[in-house]
């Protein structure tokens, strides 16, 4: 590889998430903030930089933008892969796992037992405890803790439950080919009893993985208070590929029970636009929850990719990064329960940076405006859109004029879209050159969006993030213009702010 071009695919490397120094990551696991700092670990391939050798990396961040790579933290070996799964700070040693002065942290993770065990072939869930933080990890003697015998039972999420009935551990995990979450419960993390199980409903277009249920307010009520149940799957999500749907409903220590079933039992997918979503866009994935976040906050991050061109996205020696961590709320509109999210840590404040564009009002007509001062290829940009006569109006991102990734807005079929066909390298698999869209209705007859633009990726929280669409591309290092456009009419911009990292 000649030095140029070494230079373009770094380029490629994200100033706001995380990425793995030089090696292969897919979800994120045992999602905790413990010892001060947030321990971001995750699907980690070791030694490559495409899918293989499943072990589990490690990261810490203060404040969810500066992260520090650790060694792998749990490593496959000849008898298992480590699977996706999460971590407990288990404060009363109900384990026997901690020593008289030190409690540990518990990993609840997936065996995928490989040839060299007497488990081959099965899924089954395991644990490891650390006394120093979460920098190094001791298997279980006895894993795994949890097995049915089952090839497809997968990514355990563990929480403290405490409720009228009880306190107590949940377990919930996927059958991924039944569609199905499994709950259990335990007083020591090691015995598990079967509480219930959830599932086919909604959306079951692909596997279901990586769940996660807890607790939220509705409208910050304390006095009412709803629980999520997140399922990833894939294929299958609303355009296509991998994706997140969510459930709003109870959980009673036994059973959760939901309030936005739309379907039940296995579906054709002619339905996904009735169904609930995390995200919109082709690019998040197995999100998934903090445990013991500060101020009780429900924050969550997903892995940026989409099995279907995963291990084909041309960056190099790294290969896929995490979204920036979001701040998960919940919300009573027109009759629905639904999640807004906004990023948790708003990484202008932690960098010290004051918007470097400004723009108090705008009227753009049946043009493109190229926005002279605010280019640039790490940037969030604010903005408010009141429509005039135009058709479509929105903007265009990592831009030269020629490619660009266009954020759109169409009034009339009540829809927000991004169109990456030509946002760059696209041809590196034949999925990836897509236009994909959310349904968008106004908010007092305006639309506001918050776009995240790093060096491979584009988040947009458009609504105060009921509605987010989250994708990479792959521009050239010198699109970098951003410009508005509207056409068939007007479009009005206001409060746009615009704040650059690069
Ligand atoms: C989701 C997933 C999980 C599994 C892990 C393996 O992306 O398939 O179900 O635990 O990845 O890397």
Redesign the pocket.
């Known amino acids: 590889m000649t030095a140029s071009t070494a230079t373009t695919v770094e380029s490629f490397r994200p100033a706001l998430h995380y990425a793995a120094r030089n090696t292969w990551l ?2 994120p696991n045992g999602l905790i903030h413990h010892g001060g700092v947030y321990h971001l670990y995750y ?1 980690n391939n070791p030694v490559d930089n495409v ?1 293989g050798n ?1 072990s589990w990396g490690h990261a810490t961040s203060p404040d969810l933008l500066n992260w520090t790579e650790h060694p792998v933290a749990i490593a496959c070996d000849e008898q298992e892969d480590i ?2 799964g999460s971590i407990v700070f288990d404060r009363h040693n109900s384990s026997g796992f901690g020593t008289a002065t030190a409690a540990p942290l518990v990993a609840a993770y ?1 065996s995928a037992f490989k040839a060299g065990s007497a488990h081959h072939g099965v899924q089954a869930q395991s644990l490891a405890h650390s006394l120093d933080g979460g920098y190094t990890w001791t298997k279980h003697a006895s894993n795994p803790v949890l097995n049915r015998g089952s090839a497809e039972f ?2 355990p999420k563990v929480f403290r439950y405490e409720g009228p009935v009880g306190s107590y551990w949940v377990m919930i995990a996927v059958e ?1 080919t039944d569609f199905q979450v499994v709950l259990y419960k335990s007083d020591n993390l090691k015995d598990w009893d079967l509480l219930s199980s959830f599932g086919p409903a909604n959306a079951t277009g692909g596997v279901w ?2 769940p996660d249920l807890f607790p939220l307010p509705v409208d910050g009520d304390p006095e009412n208070v709803k629980w999520v149940l997140v399922v ?1 799957l ?1 294929p299958g999500g609303p355009n296509s590929g991998s994706a997140g749907q969510y459930f709003v409903g109870d959980f009673d220590g036994t059973t959760f029970t939901s309030g936005t079933t739309v379907t039940e039992g296995v579906q054709d997918p002619d339905r996904l636009g009735e169904y609930q979503w995390l995200d919109w866009g082709r690019d998040y ?2 999100a998934v929850s903090f445990s013991d976040a500060p101020d009780n906050r429900r924050l969550m991050i997903s ?1 940026m990719n989409n ?1 279907q061109y995963a291990n084909e996205i041309p960056t190099s020696p790294w290969r896929s990064p995490m979204s920036l961590a979001r701040e998960i709320s919940l919300h009573a509109v027109d009759g629905r329960l639904r999640l807004a999210q906004r990023v948790a840590e708003d990484p202008a404040t932690v960098s010290g940076l004051s918007p470097v564009f400004e723009l108090a009002e705008a009227t753009v007509s049946n043009e493109t405006l190229v926005l002279d001062g605010a280019a640039g290829s790490v940037q969030h940009i604010d903005l408010t859109f009141t429509p005039g006569t135009a058709e479509e109006f929105g903007l265009v991102v990592r831009t030269d004029g020629t490619e660009g990734t266009r954020i759109g807005i169409r009034p009339a079929d009540g829809r927000i879209f991004i169109d990456r066909r030509n946002s760059g390298l696209t041809d590196f698999h034949e999925s990836f050159a897509s236009i994909d869209s959310a349904p968008l209705l106004p908010i007092d007859g305006s639309y506001q969006l918050s776009v995240y633009v790093d060096h491979c990726s584009v988040e947009i929280f458009a609504q105060g993030g009921l509605v987010t669409l989250t994708e990479l591309i792959f521009p050239s290092a010198t699109s970098t213009d951003v410009a508005l456009y509207a056409t068939g009419g007007t479009a009005t911009v206001s409060g746009l702010n615009l704040t650059r990292w690069a």
């Open positions: 897919n979800d699907q899918w499943m699977f996706s997936t997968r990514d991924a993985e990586c990833n894939n994935y197995a892995w099995w």
